[in-house]
């Protein structure tokens, strides 16, 4: 807005003018120069006046009717007034321009974003519309709130009391599309279809569909094509009636394949749940369905259906796969067995079958089907093509078996009745299948034993526990299983080890290492019957917990437990001096052997030393005898019990002897101390001990050392002294005796090699001989075989022809044979040809005769017999229809010689008729 008081407007110009005094604002519009009253002041402008290209419009705001410059005008608030292509024009004052920025706010109003172009509406599409105010155009009257649409090709032309919502384009549904709409408000679609508000319902016609002013695109869906492969699985979300007339209730779900429809369309009411893919089940291979649906198509909860391949199908809605996975048969061989268990009651028919032999006949009589039932029912001589046998134990040494079939003898051929828990077996070689009332507990293999081998086995139902041993393949049978056997983990070291336990400076220990099992080095199956290969000359004592006894095995020997059986385990002293449980064994050694040990005894003369002692062992007993044999276990630890009693005996021997006349006599002192005398003065050799039946039958001294340290050193120089001169006389005997010795050797070896040279000249002389002999060999040896090989030779090729010419003429036989074989069945075939075909003309003319007759005496039966009377008194010309009535010409037929007149047969016809 200007400042001055005076404006120059230009063509096309306008400006506002407020009176002050009136307070009434005036337009002024160029080309004309405006000069300002005192109470007078601008308004707006100067603003340039709206220019409206054809094709484009505008909308005014508050529009003023009746202007008269000067004077109160009337403004039409909050109406508006559209203006189209026409002559420049300007704004009122109060007027506003609809897109433009208000003038009032200072600068030009953007008049470019307030002319707005006409809206164009393109074939096909449309222009939803609102009426703001009740109004009427040439579609009728409107009211407000109302919208319709207007459909292309056109061009609207806007009017202020109606609201243009926005251009509606339509949707292109090519083959195999589907549009789905809903009704925003109840009213009568263009098929005169009336919709209800939310309403949803499809268009499946190709081409451009445009949407109706209450349709809403939901949503645009295109054809599931179904294969044989895939099918859907369809959920109702509502109760309708789907396209087959079918009524699904609301949630209810069904499977749609390629074998109702190949193309499936989407369905108001009806969603699409999954896809469901056909299983194939190949031979071999079966499925467990759960909740299969009826004959009336809906699911048997809980129920469960067996398929068997080869075989393909789709499972139902509601239908699942048992384990969610297809199973293979359980193939068995002859080694192979699995224990089932029935899960439901139902009749078990399954049996064996074995074939045996296919190409042995016997003579006598040919039986087809043979049902024998008693086992000491015995057949010689008989042809036997199916054979059943009831109990298996009926041997048959005689009969040729085509076929055999192994039945349990509870069956009878009818089937066994199994309860829920029912346990049994099924053995191979077969192909087995399980039915949905049974369980496949486990699949057994037949468990080889070699000799030596076995296995614990524990009978479920008994709960028994007995040992399987080899050499054999063993099969468990429905109620046993592996028994596993446990062993204290002391004997499962001792068993690894041998038998043997201890610290590895004992001798003793050496003893167990042959006894050593590689396998138990691995790890021992405890399902494996416990073996221990018992040293020789070894005794090994085991104890039965159930039966309360026990038994001794002695080397070398196996042992093998029993379920209830375990090792007596002896913990014997060892060392030097013997220490109590140093060593743990499983074995006792009968011996003869030695006991080592380190005892101290002290003289009468308080001088004490330190004895190492070994004494030979070995046990006395009788085997047979249980209680001899139990008797050398009646100690456990025999080598401690021998060491005390014997050191007991010795110290209180050396007690009353002074050192010197014990080193003088320790040996003889030592013996009697252990074996005593007798009353002549003998030792009483050898020592038994009761307890056990031990028996000591020497001692050896190996060592005496005296405890005092001063006393071993002086003791030890008078032995070295004692030592020196004793070797010194050895060292000159030895070299005395060396010297001969090799004197007579040297003699010897001058000997034998005269020997040597007189043997190789005779080895030479026999070479000459013999070379000699080859020579001549070779000579005479080339002629005589090629000689020989050319006999050979000519021999093989006349058998050869001989055996070709044989064969030929059975070739030629064979041949000459096939020939009138084949000519024979071709005359064969020709006479039954033709005595069919003779066969079939006579029927045939015998059903026409059957015919003639039957057409002949219907003819009759319709005249009635009252009738053909009648028509036979009549005259001649009667007769004729009558005969032609009956299909007889009135034709005079003669055999060449007598006339026969059909009237005549015709009226004996008649009479005879008449007469029956």
């Given at each position: 807005?200007?400042?001055?008081?005076?404006?120059?407007?230009?063509?096309?110009?306008?400006?506002?003018?407020?009176?002050?005094?009136?307070?009434?604002?005036?337009?002024?519009?160029?080309?004309?120069?405006?000069?300002?009253?005192?109470?007078?002041?601008?308004?707006?402008?100067?603003?340039?006046?709206?220019?409206?290209?054809?094709?484009?419009?505008?909308?005014?705001?508050?529009?003023?009717?009746?202007?008269?410059?000067?004077?109160?005008?009337?403004?039409?608030?909050?109406?508006?007034?559209?203006?189209?292509?026409?002559?420049?024009?300007?704004?009122?004052?109060?007027?506003?321009?609809?897109?433009?920025?208000?003038?009032?706010?200072?600068?030009?109003?953007?008049?470019?974003?307030?002319?707005?172009?006409?809206?164009?509406?393109?074939?096909?599409?449309?222009?939803?519309?609102?009426?703001?105010?009740?109004?009427?155009?040439?579609?009728?009257?409107?009211?407000?709130?109302?919208?319709?649409?207007?459909?292309?090709?056109?061009?609207?032309?806007?009017?202020?009391?109606?609201?243009?919502?926005?251009?509606?384009?339509?949707?292109?549904?090519?083959?195999?599309?589907?549009?789905?709409?809903?009704?925003?408000?109840?009213?009568?679609?263009?098929?005169?279809?009336?919709?209800?508000?939310?309403?949803?319902?499809?268009?499946?016609?190709?081409?451009?569909?445009?949407?109706?002013?209450?349709?809403?695109?939901?949503?645009?869906?295109?054809?599931?094509?179904?294969?044989?492969?895939?099918?859907?699985?369809?959920?109702?979300?509502?109760?309708?009636?789907?396209?087959?007339?079918?009524?699904?209730?609301?949630?209810?779900?069904?499977?749609?394949?390629?074998?109702?429809?190949?193309?499936?369309?989407?369905?108001?009411?009806?969603?699409?749940?999954?896809?469901?893919?056909?299983?194939?089940?190949?031979?071999?291979?079966?499925?467990?369905?759960?909740?299969?649906?009826?004959?009336?198509?809906?699911?048997?909860?809980?129920?469960?259906?067996?398929?068997?391949?080869?075989?393909?199908?789709?499972?139902?809605?509601?239908?699942?796969?048992?384990?969610?996975?297809?199973?293979?048969?359980?193939?068995?061989?002859?080694?192979?067995?699995?224990?089932?268990?029935?899960?439901?009651?139902?009749?078990?028919?399954?049996?064996?079958?074995?074939?045996?032999?296919?190409?042995?006949?016997?003579?006598?009589?040919?039986?087809?089907?043979?049902?024998?039932?008693?086992?000491?029912?015995?057949?010689?001589?008989?042809?036997?093509?199916?054979?059943?046998?009831?109990?298996?134990?009926?041997?048959?040494?005689?009969?040729?078996?085509?076929?055999?079939?192994?039945?349990?003898?509870?069956?009878?051929?009818?089937?066994?009745?199994?309860?829920?828990?029912?346990?049994?077996?099924?053995?191979?070689?077969?192909?087995?299948?399980?039915?949905?009332?049974?369980?496949?507990?486990?699949?057994?293999?037949?468990?080889?034993?070699?000799?030596?081998?076995?296995?614990?086995?524990?009978?479920?139902?008994?709960?028994?526990?007995?040992?399987?041993?080899?050499?054999k393949s063993y099969m468990l049978t429905a109620h046993e299983e592996l028994w596993e056997k446990k062993l204290d983990s002391n004997i499962e070291t001792l068993l690894k080890q041998g038998g043997g336990d201890g610290s590895g400076d004992i001798r003793k220990i050496a003893y167990f290492e042959q006894s050593i099992d590689p396998q138990m080095l691995k790890g021992r199956d405890k399902t494996r019957v416990i073996t221990y290969r018992?040293?020789?000359?070894?005794?090994?004592?085991?104890?039965?917990?159930?039966?309360?006894?026990?038994?001794?095995?002695?080397?070398?020997?196996?042992?093998?437990?029993?379920?209830?059986?375990?090792?007596?385990?002896?913990?014997?002293?060892?060392?030097?001096?013997?220490?109590?449980?140093?060593?743990?064994?499983?074995?006792?050694?009968?011996?003869?052997?030695?006991?080592?040990?380190?005892?101290?005894?002290?003289?009468?003369?308080?001088?004490?030393?330190?004895?190492?002692?070994?004494?030979?062992?070995?046990?006395?007993?009788?085997?047979?005898?249980?209680?001899?044999?139990?008797?050398?276990?009646?100690?456990?630890?025999?080598?401690?019990?021998?060491?005390?009693?014997?050191?007991?005996?010795?110290?209180?021997?050396?007690?009353?002897?002074?050192?010197?006349?014990?080193?003088?006599?320790?040996?003889?002192?030592?013996?009697?101390?252990?074996?005593?005398?007798?009353?002549?003065?003998?030792?009483?050799?050898?020592?038994?001990?009761?307890?056990?039946?031990?028996?000591?039958?020497?001692?050896?001294?190996?060592?005496?050392?005296?405890?005092?340290?001063?006393?071993?050193?002086?003791?030890?120089?008078?032995?070295?002294?004692?030592?020196?001169?004793?070797?010194?006389?050895?060292?000159?005997?030895?070299?005395?005796?060396?010297?001969?010795?090799?004197?007579?050797?040297?003699?010897?070896?001058?000997?034998?090699?005269?020997?040597?040279?007189?043997?190789?000249?005779?080895?030479?002389?026999?070479?000459?001989?013999?070379?000699?002999?080859?020579?001549?060999?070779?000579?005479?040896?080339?002629?005589?075989?090629?000689?020989?090989?050319?006999?050979?030779?000519?021999?093989?090729?006349?058998?050869?022809?001989?055996?070709?010419?044989?064969?030929?003429?059975?070739?030629?036989?064979?041949?000459?044979?096939?020939?009138?074989?084949?000519?024979?069945?071709?005359?064969?075939?020709?006479?039954?040809?033709?005595?069919?075909?003779?066969?079939?003309?006579?029927?045939?003319?015998?059903?026409?005769?059957?015919?003639?007759?039957?057409?002949?005496?219907?003819?009759?039966?319709?005249?009635?017999?009252?009738?053909?009377?009648?028509?036979?008194?009549?005259?001649?010309?009667?007769?004729?229809?009558?005969?032609?009535?009956?299909?007889?010409?009135?034709?005079?037929?003669?055999?060449?010689?007598?006339?026969?007149?059909?009237?005549?047969?015709?009226?004996?016809?008649?009479?005879?008729?008449?007469?029956?």
């Amino acid at each position: 807005m200007s400042k001055n008081n005076v404006v120059g407007l230009k063509l096309y110009q306008f400006v506002h003018v407020l009176d002050v005094t009136t307070n009434i604002t005036r337009i002024e519009i160029g080309p004309q120069t405006i000069v300002l009253k005192t109470n007078e002041s601008f308004v707006a402008g100067p603003l340039p006046m709206i220019v409206i290209a054809p094709g484009y419009y505008c909308v005014v705001h508050n529009p003023v009717s009746n202007y008269v410059p000067g004077q109160a005008c009337e403004i039409r608030f909050g109406e508006k007034a559209v203006h189209f292509h026409e002559d420049p024009f300007p704004l009122y004052p109060g007027e506003v321009l609809e897109g433009a920025s208000d003038y009032l706010t200072g600068g030009l109003p953007d008049y470019k974003r307030a002319i707005k172009k006409l809206p164009v509406v393109p074939d096909n599409h449309g222009i939803k519309l609102k009426a703001l105010l009740d109004c009427e155009d040439e579609n009728g009257k409107h009211q407000a709130g109302e919208e319709w649409q207007l459909n292309g090709p056109r061009t609207y032309i806007p009017r202020p009391e109606v609201e243009v919502q926005g251009i509606v384009n339509p949707t292109v549904l090519k083959e195999g599309e589907a549009l789905r709409l809903r009704a925003k408000q109840g009213f009568i679609d263009r098929y005169d279809n009336e919709r209800v508000t939310d309403e949803e319902w499809f268009i499946c016609e190709q081409g451009s569909y445009l949407p109706d002013v209450y349709e809403e695109v939901v949503e645009l869906l295109k054809k599931i094509t179904l294969t044989p492969e895939i099918g859907l699985n369809l959920r109702a979300t509502q109760t309708v009636k789907d396209r087959y007339g079918i009524t699904r209730l609301a949630g209810e779900e069904w499977l749609l394949t390629s074998e109702t429809t190949d193309e499936y369309y989407p369905e108001i009411g009806v969603e699409v749940a999954s896809k469901a893919k056909k299983l194939v089940l190949t031979k071999g291979q079966y499925c467990v369905v759960e909740n299969p649906l009826d004959k009336s198509g809906r699911p048997q909860l809980g129920k469960l259906e067996l398929r068997i391949g080869c075989s393909s199908f789709f499972l139902h809605p509601g239908e699942r796969l048992q384990g969610g996975n297809v199973k293979s048969s359980y193939v068995l061989s002859d080694q192979q067995a699995i224990v089932l268990q029935a899960v439901n009651q139902f009749k078990d028919t399954m049996f064996k079958v074995f074939i045996i032999d296919k190409d042995t006949v016997f003579k006598g009589l040919s039986i087809t089907l043979l049902f024998i039932i008693d086992k000491d029912t015995m057949f010689k001589g008989l042809s036997i093509t199916l054979l059943f046998i009831i109990d298996k134990d009926i041997m048959f040494k005689v009969l040729s078996i085509t076929l055999l079939f192994i039945i349990d003898k509870d069956t009878m051929f009818k089937g066994k009745n199994r309860l829920p828990g029912d346990t049994w077996m099924i053995r191979g070689p077969i192909d087995y299948i399980p039915p949905v009332e049974v369980q496949v507990v486990k699949q057994r293999d037949q468990i080889p034993l070699s000799k030596n081998e076995g296995i614990y086995i524990q009978n479920k139902q008994t709960g028994k526990v007995r040992a399987i041993m080899g050499p054999k393949s063993y099969m468990l049978t429905a109620h046993e299983e592996l028994w596993e056997k446990k062993l204290d983990s002391n004997i499962e070291t001792l068993l690894k080890q041998g038998g043997g336990d201890g610290s590895g400076d004992i001798r003793k220990i050496a003893y167990f290492e042959q006894s050593i099992d590689p396998q138990m080095l691995k790890g021992r199956d405890k399902t494996r019957v416990i073996t221990y290969r018992c040293p020789g000359n070894t005794a090994v004592q085991v104890y039965n917990y159930l039966e309360k006894t026990a038994r001794v095995v002695f080397g070398p020997d196996l042992v093998i437990l029993g379920p209830h059986e375990n090792f007596n385990v002896l913990s014997l002293s060892a060392g030097k001096p013997k220490k109590c449980d140093a060593m743990r064994s499983l074995c006792l050694m009968l011996g003869p052997d030695f006991i080592t040990d380190i005892i101290e005894v002290e003289t009468s003369d308080h001088a004490r030393l330190r004895l190492q002692l070994a004494f030979n062992n070995h046990f006395e007993y009788e085997k047979g005898d249980v209680e001899s044999e139990a008797k050398i276990f009646s100690v456990g630890d025999f080598i401690g019990f021998a060491c005390r009693k014997i050191g007991g005996r010795i110290r209180a021997q050396v007690a009353h002897v002074p050192f010197d006349e014990f080193h003088k006599h320790s040996a003889m002192i030592i013996q009697t101390a252990v074996f005593g005398v007798d009353q002549e003065g003998n030792l009483n050799i050898p020592l038994t001990f009761e307890a056990n039946n031990l028996v000591i039958s020497s001692v050896d001294i190996q060592s005496i050392e005296p405890v005092d340290a001063k006393m071993r050193d002086s003791l030890s120089k008078s032995v070295q002294l004692a030592i020196e001169i004793s070797t010194k006389s050895i060292e000159a005997s030895a070299s005395h005796e060396a010297s001969r010795n090799e004197q007579i050797a040297k003699g010897q070896l001058e000997r034998q090699k005269l020997l040597n040279e007189m043997d190789s000249e005779k080895e030479k002389t026999k070479l000459l001989e013999l070379q000699a002999i080859t020579a001549a060999v070779e000579s005479t040896g080339q002629a005589k075989a090629e000689s020989q090989a050319q006999a050979e030779r000519m021999l093989i090729e006349c058998e050869s022809e001989i055996e070709s010419a044989k064969l030929k003429a059975e070739a030629e036989e064979i041949e000459h044979l096939a020939k009138l074989e084949t000519q024979g069945l071709l005359r064969a075939q020709e006479l039954s040809y033709q005595r069919e075909l003779n066969r079939m003309e006579l029927d045939l003319e015998k059903g026409r005769a059957d015919i003639e007759v039957n057409k002949f005496k219907s003819m009759v039966e319709t005249l009635g017999r009252k009738t053909i009377e009648t028509m036979s008194i009549a005259g001649p010309k009667a007769q004729t229809n009558l005969l032609k009535g009956l299909g007889l010409q009135s034709v005079l037929v003669t055999d060449g010689t007598t006339p026969i007149n059909l009237f005549d047969t015709a009226h004996g016809l008649i009479g005879s008729k008449g007469g029956q």
